[in-house]
């Protein structure tokens, strides 16, 4: 039988990890798993791995940064290989984003009963693109 769909984790800008449950064997041990990658607006298929993986997941590396992939995997026993799992969903070759470093703020006006302030974008931006911002406010001293 063919494995279930792989899933994805762990994406980085030139990595992804594959994982996918052994599927049943019908009374042949499964010996290993191939792992397939396609460019998502590519028809072609193209082997990830050299020698079969006798586990079920596999780091894939060189992968390019901006790329979306698609990956399926096959079971290999006595008998030879098996068919292909449905492909995994597509996934994008990029940085993780982390939430972004603290804006610079400052104090422009202050009255009686107000305070403007405004501040800088934050030099860090997690990798991704600033959305907005959220502005609290405390009483001095609490």
């Known amino acids: 039988e063919a ?6 984790d762990d994406i980085t800008a030139n990595s992804m990890v594959v994982t996918w449950e ?3 064997d019908n009374g042949n041990p499964i010996l290993g798993y191939w792992v397939e990658r396609r460019e998502i607006n590519s028809s072609h298929w193209a082997r990830v791995n050299r ?15 901006g790329l ?7 079971a290999e026993n006595q008998a030879g290989p098996g ?3 449905p492909p995994s969903e597509p996934k994008t ?10 804006p610079i703020a ?3 006006v202050t009255t009686d009963h107000s305070i403007e302030v405004e501040w800088d974008p ?16 405390a009483m001095a001293g609490t």
């Open 83 to 85: 068919k292909f799992s």
């Open 3 to 8: 494995p279930e769909k792989p899933q994805i």
């Open 122 to 137: 934050p030099a860090d931006n997690g990798g991704g693109e600033i959305l907005g911002y959220h502005v609290d406010k």
């Open 51 to 65: 020698n079969i993986v006798p586990d079920t997941e596999l780091k894939v590396e060189g992968l390019l940064e």
């Open 93 to 102: 070759a990029q940085a993780p984003i982390m939430p972004p470093g603290p």
């Open 106 to 108: 400052r104090v422009v």
């Open 68 to 74: 979306t992939y698609i990956f399926r995997v096959a």
């Open 22 to 24: 052994a599927p049943k």
